[in-house]
């Protein structure tokens, strides 16, 4: 706009003057002037003649409006449709991997079932990055959609032929089809009907979106609610109890708190009496189950452009439940001395490395030459190769290791034939404790505070962001009376995810909106140098907003931060219009007040009919081409258009009502406030 206000007082009078030819006709004689100026002037006359009427019409519009305000509803931008749709169900903490991959391959082919839906990809666990600690118990599955057109009309709608006969029903259905496509809002309604499975919680949003509000507020569905306190306990409590007071709110599609405890942990807890009888330290023990149990990488393999980590560690069924770990074998001297770094973990923590590799290849011994019959090894790699009589897990009788020899039955703990013979393995579980215990999976922190989270998603068909959290606050309140939901001291609420967004936009509104009309009265001002003039046109801004608000509730649109940009436009737009009705009725003043024409109230109507009525065409020229080139944007659709349609909605119902304002009032309050003027100075 400002290029092209630069453009309107430089290249345009320019281009006026080469384009303009031939004969111009008087205002009165234009073909489209007279035809509007028989249209206009019945009404202005009127209006001018019973000023009390048509000011009293004005004002009841205002306020017929107000009761709209609450009904519109509050979001911070309004879901941009992206073509596709992500989907994050929740489970409880310490599900299996098997479980998981059932929940996620059943949920693949639930929505796959969907003719709309091109393609589904579901990931369940994490990758191995730090920035997406995603747990088992949350699976991000992106459905890709097929283009719009593309999608079968399954929705039935009445028509007025419904009750036709059946001969005719075809016909009429080509004409006017009785089936549509579903809409992006009815087909996430439908899976998520579909998707009602036992333990998970479901959460259908769009791609992009999620990530943004992942990143800006930490939650990824429209609305969260942080539990914050300093113990986990308590925040375990308190985001139950609320998860099911927000369940119970109408138009929540769902709610659940991301449980702070109940994740399962193996515990190995070294006995130091037991480690002191043995002459162990607890390093030593972290250094079995470190490459016994977690893997020791040895070496990296390359295949073509990739790189793989080699890592050697007891089989899975060796390690897969607490039992077979209290079995797993730590070497110790015989007679309970001291290991330290001299002991038998030495060739172990030194050596490891050329120990496996020399036992990945399956042939000799590390140590040179052949290993005779009966020697014995620690198992596993944990100890000096060759072969081991001793306890073994329970693994069958001639479980092959490569060059680390056999385990043979656990009939003896004592080693047999090998350059160290005062060497022994005692089980894990008689230096340590071996124990599940359940805890955290996720220590969340804010502000220095513990803290969880309950995530809600909720049906926009229902309900807006404004309107659910403020009936969630009061359900909240009242559950706290009720004694539902018990809050321990120094443990407190935070909303946020898009509420919060919208929280912080709204008070930039506070600044923004007085400010925008403060620049509006100052350069009006510096335009008209009179206050009551400034404040005539100051008068379109209520009445535009009159036909910008009515229009969003016509089409369901929301108070958002897309809605608010176009406001602020509008305000721009109507003192624009508002300015050219009054240059012209200043001009029709002065003019006729020069020549001694103005001497009562009916002169003053006459020049302020000049004014209006031969200048219609200039007038509506102006709000004409504006609206033009924002109409179109009521229909458009794709990418973006879901905030384009916010911003020009209130634009195009804003001009529709100024125009009545600026036809009709402004003339009427004009011509009142020049007859107080002419009385006062008679």
Do not use: C
């Not at 202005?44 to 509803?73: D, E, M």
């Amino acid at each position: 706009m400002f290029f092209a206000a630069i453009l309107g007082v430089t290249l345009a009078p320019a281009l006026m003057v080469l384009l303009i030819r031939g004969r111009i006709h008087e205002e009165e004689n234009h073909p489209v002037s007279r035809f509007l100026i028989a249209i206009y002037k019945p009404f202005v006359f009127v209006a001018l003649r019973n000023p009390k009427t048509t000011i009293a019409i004005g004002v009841a519009a205002i306020v017929a409006t107000l009761p709209l305000l609450p009904r519109l509803g509050s979001e911070f931008m309004p879901r941009l449709d992206e073509g596709d749709v992500l989907y994050m169900p929740t489970t409880f903490n310490g599900v299996s991997i098997e479980e998981a991959k059932r929940a996620l391959q059943q949920q693949d082919r639930i929505l796959r079932s969907f003719p709309e839906v091109a393609s589904v990809f579901g990931k369940a666990g994490r990758a191995e990055t730090a920035t997406d600690p995603a747990p088992l118990s949350m699976v991000e599955t992106t459905i890709r959609l097929l283009p719009e057109a593309a999608w079968p009309a399954v929705v039935e709608e009445e028509r007025w032929w419904s009750g036709a006969p059946g001969f005719l029903r075809p016909a009429l259905a080509a004409l006017w089809p009785d089936k549509r496509p579903r809409t992006t809002d009815e087909l996430i309604a439908a899976m998520n009907e579909e998707l009602q499975l036992p333990g998970w919680t479901n959460s259908l949003t769009m791609p992009i979106m999620t990530r943004i509000d992942m990143l800006t507020t930490g939650v990824r569905t429209p609305i969260g609610v942080k539990v914050l306190g300093h113990s986990l306990e308590e925040i375990e409590r308190v985001g139950t109890g609320l998860e099911q007071v927000l369940a119970r709110v109408p138009g929540t599609r769902s709610a659940f708190y991301e449980r702070s405890l109940g994740a399962y942990y193996v515990d190995i807890v070294p006995d130091r009496d037991a480690l002191a009888r043995y002459g162990l330290t607890i390093d030593d023990i972290h250094d079995v189950v470190e490459m016994a149990i977690g893997g020791e990488p040895i070496s990296t393999t390359v295949e073509g452009r990739a790189r793989f980590t080699i890592n050697v560690r007891y089989p899975r069924d060796l390690r897969d439940d607490p039992e077979r770990l209290r079995e797993v074998l730590v070497p110790v001297r015989a007679g309970g001395g001291g290991m330290g770094m001299q002991g038998s973990l030495f060739p172990l923590l030194t050596n490891r490395r050329a120990l496996a590799m020399g036992g990945m290849g399956g042939g000799a011994p590390a140590s040179g030459g052949s290993a005779r019959p009966g020697a014995a090894a620690a198992p596993l790699g944990l100890g000096a190769p060759g072969r081991l009589h001793g306890p073994t897990l329970g693994v069958p009788r001639m479980l092959d290791v490569g060059s680390f020899g056999s385990l043979p039955a656990p009939e003896a703990t004592e080693l047999q034939g090998v350059s160290d013979p005062g060497l022994v393995h005692v089980p894990l579980g008689q230096l340590a404790e071996v124990k599940v215990t359940s805890g955290p999976p996720m220590i969340r922190n804010e502000n220095g505070m513990l803290a969880g989270v309950v995530f809600v998603d909720i049906d926009p068909a229902q309900t807006d962001v404004g309107t659910y959290v403020a009936r969630a606050k009061e359900a909240v309140r009242h559950a706290q009376q009720q004694g539902a939901l018990e809050m321990p001291k120094g443990t407190f609420l935070e909303w946020t995810g898009q509420y919060e967004q919208m929280e912080r936009m709204a008070e930039r509104m506070q600044w923004i909106l007085p400010l925008t009309l403060l620049l509006v009265v100052v350069l009006l001002y510096l335009h008209f140098r009179n206050a009551i003039e400034t404040a005539i046109v100051l008068l379109s801004v209520p009445f535009a907003m009159v036909g910008s608000i009515w229009l969003l509730w016509l089409l369901d649109y929301r108070l958002s931060t897309a809605v608010y940009v176009g406001m602020i436009a509008l305000v721009g737009l109507a003192a624009e219009t508002g300015i050219v009705m009054i240059v012209y009725l200043d001009r029709a003043f002065e003019r006729r007040k020069a020549a001694g024409r103005i001497r009562d109230l009916n002169d003053i109507i006459h020049a302020h009919m000049e004014g209006t009525v031969l200048r219609v065409r200039p007038k509506l020229m102006t709000v004409a081409t504006t609206a033009i080139g924002l109409v179109p944007l009521l229909w458009s659709d794709g990418a973006g258009a879901d905030v384009m349609k916010r911003i020009a909605a209130p634009m195009v119902g804003g001009l529709i009502t100024s125009v009545f304002l600026t036809l009709e009032i402004i003339p009427v309050v004009y011509t009142y406030w020049r007859l107080w003027e002419l009385k006062r100075e008679q």
